[in-house]
């Protein structure tokens, strides 16, 4: 199975700061296509997960253009240009190229 | 954008069956591959299975394999999780999510709770 590995796991922060995570595949994630098959996820206290980043990098249907996502083969990065209150929870990567999907084990991001 | 509503979680016993329900509504059910995912209690998540819209694509973790599965009926827009011989580390909530486009789990329900102990 593909290992997603995330870090750091706890992630504290200052508003308006910027933020970073990072998540590496034991596999390449690119696909032939050229798109690179990781998913971001946050996870808000009694929520499921909600999509932030698809492909690497394409942010999704309402997602603030604060959060970015960036990297190809088996190095990602999450940024986020400056932190909100809102943006507390865990977030987590997914590996979709390898039909086994793995999620990396998450970072709490705590103000 | 369409609904996904889990169903049937519960208290078990070690060893013993649940079959969960996911019902979903807004959309055209059998265009979208769907997947399983749970969540033990303080934990992160976990993937549990996947069947593409035909149903006739299905994977499993290893950690399922051969005690759970799953399917689908396009008539009822309906997806399903037949769980036998439940152990305790099966205890989590779990979510059915579906991909949009393939290979990304964009809508997500809010789970059902299953409880294995005795």
């Known amino acids: 199975d593909i290992v997603m590995t995330q870090s750091p796991l706890s992630l504290p922060v200052t508003p308006g700061e910027p933020a970073s995570i990072s998540c590496r595949s034991s596999?390449?994630?690119?696909?032939?296509?050229?798109?690179?098959?990781l998913n971001w996820y946050l996870q808000k206290p009694g929520q499921p997960p909600q999509l932030l980043i698809y492909?690497?990098?394409n942010r999704a249907s309402g997602v603030p253009g604060r959060f970015s996502g960036s990297g190809s083969g088996t190095d990602f990065t999450l940024k986020i240009s400056r932190v909100e209150a809102d943006d507390v929870g865990v977030y987590y990567c997914?590996?979709?190229?390898?039909?086994?999907?793995?999620f990396g084990q998450g970072t709490k991001l705590e103000i | 954008e369409g609904h996904e509503v889990e169903s049937g979680g519960g208290l078990v016993r070690p060893g013993g069956s649940l079959r969960l329900s996911c019902a979903t509504s807004?959309?055209?059910?059998?265009?979208?591959?769907m997947n399983w995912i749970r969540q033990a209690p303080g934990m992160g998540l976990e993937w549990v299975s996947y069947?593409?819209?035909?149903?006739?694509?299905?994977y499993y973790a290893d950690s399922v394999r051969g005690r759970f599965t799953v399917s689908r009926d396009n008539v009822k827009n309906s997806l399903y999780l037949q769980m036998n011989s439940l152990r305790a580390e099966d205890t989590a909530m779990y979510y059915c999510?579906?991909?949009?486009?393939?290979?990304?789990?964009?809508?997500w329900g809010q789970g059902t709770l299953v409880t294995v102990s005795s």
């Open positions: 999510a579906r991909e949009s486009p393939p290979g990304v789990t964009t809508f």
């Open positions: 807004g959309f055209n059910f059998g265009a979208f591959n």
């Open positions: 069947i593409s819209g035909g149903g006739t694509t299905i």
């Open positions: 596999q390449s994630l690119l696909h032939s296509n050229g798109y690179n098959y």
């Open positions: 492909f690497g990098s």
């Open positions: 997914m590996q979709v190229l390898h039909t086994l999907y793995t």
